[in-house]
C-alpha cells in the first residue's frame, strides 16, 4: 500500500542535481528545480561538472560540490515557502561508480572524487584480474570482469598511489550513498546491489 502525501527524489548527475516532488494523491509533479554545477556553483571552477586537471584520462570533482547543490536546492524550496513537514520520504539516485572517502569523524580523507568516467584506473584493472587468476576467475568471484568505471579499481589505485589517505578512509562510498549519509545525520550503510556495482565481492 502506498501512502498519500509528498515524495521527494534527487537525482545527483555528472553535471547537476535536479529534485522533483510527487503528489501520490493526485499523481502529479508538486514541484521541480535543477542546479547546474558550472553556472550554478562556479566557486569549483567545473567544466560539465568534472574539475579540469590538465591530466588525460583524470575525471574528477568535489563530493562538497553535491552537498551544497542540495542545500541550494532545499534553501530555494524553503524561500517559498515549501511545506517541508509534508514530504513523507525521500529517494536519492545519483551518478554510480564515484569514490568518496570519509574518516571515522565523517570528514573527506581526499578532497576530490574520482568519477565513473575516469579511465585513470585500467591498470589496476589488470592487476586486480590478475591477482585473482584471470578474467573467468573474476566473472566466478563478482560476477563481472574488472573495468575502469568501477569502484573497486579506484580504491586500490588509491592504496597504490595515495596510501596515506587510504590508511585514513574508515568508508568507502558511492556518490548517492554519500549523499544519503549526509541526509541521515552520518548513517553509513550501503545495500548489497550496491557493492555489487562497486566490482566487490561480499558474503
Known amino acids: 500500500m502506498i501512502m498519500n502525501g509528498l515524495f ?40 560539465d561538472g568534472v574539475i579540469p586537471s590538465g591530466k588525460s584520462g583524470v575525471s574528477e570533482a568535489s563530493p562538497l560540490m553535491w552537498i551544497d547543490a542540495l542545500h541550494l536546492l532545499f534553501d530555494r524550496m524553503k524561500r517559498q515557502k515549501y511545506p517541508f513537514a509534508d514530504i513523507r520520504a525521500i529517494s536519492v539516485s545519483g551518478q554510480q561508480h564515484g569514490l568518496v572517502c570519509l574518516d571515522k569523524t565523517g570528514r573527506l580523507t581526499r578532497n576530490s572524487s574520482k568519477l565513473w568516467n575516469d579511465p585513470s584506473t585500467t591498470e589496476e584493472c589488470q592487476l586486480l584480474t590478475e591477482g585473482l587468476g584471470g578474467r573467468q576467475a573474476m566473472i566466478e568471484e563478482i560476477g563481472n570482469t ?58
Open 146 to 203: 574488472q573495468r575502469p568505471g568501477y569502484t573497486a579499481s579506484k580504491i586500490y589505485h588509491l592504496y597504490r598511489h595515495e596510501p596515506e589517505i587510504a590508511q585514513k578512509t574508515d568508508t568507502f562510498f558511492l556518490v548517492h550513498n554519500y549523499l544519503n549519509w549526509f541526509l541521515t545525520g552520518g548513517i553509513r550503510v550501503m545495500e548489497p546491489g550496491d557493492v555489487s556495482g562497486m566490482a566487490l565481492s561480499f558474503p
Open 8 to 47: 521527494l527524489g534527487i537525482d545527483s548527475s555528472t553535471q547537476g542535481c535536479k529534485i522533483v516532488i510527487i503528489n501520490t494523491t493526485t499523481w502529479k509533479i508538486d514541484y521541480s528545480d535543477s542546479v547546474t554545477y558550472d553556472t550554478d556553483l562556479p566557486q569549483y571552477h567545473t567544466v
